[in-house]
C-alpha cells in the first residue's frame, strides 16, 4: 500500500514525519538510521507497546517457569497463535536474518544514541489481540487459523519484502486477504491501530519535530487521521484500549451445562429411576473422557497425558474455573519436559508441523486441544443426556 504521496516516508504538517517500513527488512533499518541523523527528531515514536518493547529489548524468550504460567492462566491458544503469526513474518524474514522489529529496535538504539524521546505509540498487544479475537465470529477464526497453518502444495515465487514494500497494489493486496478471511479482525489488527496511532503520535508532536516509524501497512490510514485531526482525543484512545466486555450470556454459559446436568440428576432421584441416573453418569464420563483424550492424541501427547485428560475432564467440565488440558499439559510439561534450546528454538520455528516436534509446543497443543476436546465432551453430553431426558 502506497502513501498518498506515494513514498515510505512522508510529512504531514511541519512537526510529523512518517517512515514505513516491513519489520524484517535491512532496508528499512537502513531508512530508519537515515531519517533519525537527516531529519534530527525530538520525538521517535515507535509502533510499540510496553511489552512488546520490552520483549524486543530485553530479547526476552520462552523459558520453563512463563511455559507453566501460560498452562495455568490458560493462555495455550493465545501463545500458539502469536506463535504462528510470528512464524508467517519470519518467512519474510528468512533471507535477510532478520528478527521481527529488528527496525524498531535500531530506531530505538538512535533515538538513545542521539538523546532523542522515545515515544511508544501503539496499544497493547494484548489487548489487541482480544479486541480482534472478539470481533471474529467462529467462522472468521476458523478461516484465519486455517490461512496460517495451511500449506500450499503448488510451486509458486513468494514476493521479497523490498518487492512487497515498492509494489502498493501487492500490500494493498495482502491487507485485502487479511480482511477476506477476517473481517472483524482486519478492523481490530488495522483500522483501530491505524486511529489509535495517530491519536498517540499527535499527543507527541506539541511544539516538537516527532519522527513516527510504523509499519508499512499503516501509512495510508495513520497518514489521513493525522490530517483530519486537529488534536489528539484522550476520550478516544481509552475506548480503543478497553478489553472487550463479556455479556450476561457468555458470562452464565460456562454454567449452564452444570446447572442442567444437576437439575437432571435431582429429577431422576426424586423419581428414584437410577436406571436413568446410571445411564447419565456413564454418558457423561464415556463423552467427556473421550472427547478430551481425543483431544490429546491429536497433539500427539504422552500417553500418561492422554490418561489425566480422560479422568480429569468429567471433573473438570463441572468447574468452569478448571481444565482438563492445564492437566494434561503440566503432565506433559513433566514427562517430557522442554530444554532450554527446545524453548528458545520454538519462538523461531517457521511451520506450524514443527509444533508437533518441539517439546515446548506440544506442551502447548496438548493443552489447547485437551481443552478443546473436554469443553466438546461437555457438549456431546448434554446433548445425549437431554435427548434421553426427554424421551
Known amino acids: 500500500m502506497k502513501t498518498m504521496s506515494g513514498e515510505l516516508a512522508i510529512s504531514v504538517g511541519e512537526n510529523i514525519r512518517l517512515i514505513?517500513?516491513?519489520?524484517?527488512?535491512?532496508?528499512?533499518?537502513?531508512?530508519?538510521?537515515?531519517?533519525?541523523?537527516?531529519?534530527?527528531?525530538?520525538?521517535?515514536?515507535?509502533?510499540?507497546?510496553?511489552?512488546?518493547?520490552?520483549?524486543?529489548?530485553?530479547?526476552?524468550?520462552?523459558?520453563?517457569?512463563?511455559?507453566?504460567k501460560v498452562i495455568k492462566e490458560g493462555k495455550a491458544p493465545l501463545v500458539i497463535a502469536q506463535g504462528m503469526l510470528a512464524a508467517e513474518q519470519r518467512k519474510l524474514g528468512l533471507d535477510e536474518g532478520l528478527q521481527p522489529g529488528a527496525e524498531l529496535l535500531e530506531a530505538v538504539r538512535l533515538a538513545e544514541e542521539n538523546e532523542c524521546e522515545v515515544a511508544l505509540v501503539d496499544r497493547d498487544i494484548q489487548v489487541t489481540l482480544r479486541r480482534a479475537w472478539s470481533r471474529m465470529g467462529w467462522r472468521e477464526r476458523f478461516r484465519l487459523l486455517y490461512s496460517l497453518v495451511a500449506e500450499d502444495d503448488e510451486d509458486e515465487d513468494v514476493p521479497s519484502v523490498d518487492e512487497i514494500l515498492r509494489d502498493g497494489d501487492l500490500m494493498t493486496m495482502m491487507l485485502e486477504e487479511l480482511r477476506?478471511?477476517?473481517?472483524?479482525?482486519?478492523?481490530?489488527?488495522?483500522?483501530?491501530?491505524?486511529?489509535?496511532?495517530a491519536h498517540s503520535i499527535l499527543g507527541h508532536s506539541d511544539g516538537k519535530?516527532?519522527?513516527?516509524?510504523?509499519?508499512?501497512?499503516?501509512?495510508?490510514?495513520?497518514?489521513?487521521?493525522?490530517?483530519?485531526?486537529?488534536?489528539?482525543?484522550?476520550?478516544?484512545?481509552?475506548?480503543?484500549s478497553e478489553l472487550p466486555k463479556r455479556g450476561i450470556f457468555k458470562r452464565f454459559l460456562p454454567w449452564l451445562i452444570p446447572l442442567l446436568l444437576l437439575?437432571?440428576?435431582?429429577?431422576?432421584?426424586?423419581?428414584?429411576?437410577?436406571?436413568?441416573?446410571?445411564?447419565?453418569?456413564?454418558?457423561?464420563?464415556?463423552?467427556?473422557?473421550?472427547?478430551?483424550?481425543?483431544?490429546?492424541?491429536?497433539a500427539r501427547g504422552h500417553i500418561l497425558s492422554f490418561l489425566v485428560a480422560a479422568l480429569a475432564s468429567p471433573i473438570t467440565s463441572l468447574n468452569p474455573f478448571l481444565a482438563a488440558g492445564w492437566f494434561a499439559g503440566y503432565v506433559q510439561l513433566k514427562i517430557d519436559e522442554p530444554t532450554g534450546e527446545d524453548l528458545a528454538n520454538f519462538l523461531k520455528l517457521?511451520?506450524?508441523?514443527?509444533?508437533?516436534r518441539n517439546p515446548a509446543g506440544k506442551v502447548l497443543l496438548v493443552t489447547a486441544f485437551g481443552n478443546l476436546g473436554s469443553m466438546s465432551g461437555a457438549w456431546v453430553a448434554a446433548s445425549m443426556i437431554g435427548a434421553l431426558a426427554a424421551i
Not at 477476506?180 to 496511532?197: H, K
Request: charged share 25%; hydrophobic share 45%.
Open 20 to 68: 514505513g517500513t516491513a519489520h524484517v527488512s535491512m532496508g528499512s533499518i537502513e531508512l530508519v538510521r537515515s531519517e533519525i541523523e537527516t531529519w534530527k527528531p525530538d520525538v521517535v515514536a515507535v509502533e510499540l507497546c510496553a511489552s512488546r518493547h520490552s520483549a524486543l529489548v530485553e530479547d526476552r524468550r520462552l523459558d520453563k517457569e512463563s511455559l507453566l
Open 180 to 197: 477476506e478471511a477476517a473481517p472483524g479482525a482486519g478492523v481490530v489488527l488495522v483500522d483501530e491501530r491505524d486511529e489509535y496511532l
Open 209 to 240: 519535530r516527532v519522527l513516527a516509524v510504523i509499519g508499512a501497512g499503516h501509512l495510508n490510514g495513520v497518514q489521513s487521521h493525522l490530517e483530519s485531526l486537529e488534536s489528539p482525543d484522550p476520550e478516544r484512545l481509552e475506548t480503543l
Open 263 to 298: 437439575g437432571l440428576v435431582i429429577r431422576s432421584g426424586m423419581q428414584q429411576d437410577f436406571d436413568q441416573l446410571l445411564q447419565i453418569f456413564t454418558i457423561w464420563m464415556a463423552a467427556n473422557a473421550i472427547c478430551a483424550a481425543i483431544g490429546v492424541a491429536l
Open 350 to 356: 517457521d511451520n506450524i508441523s514443527l509444533y508437533w
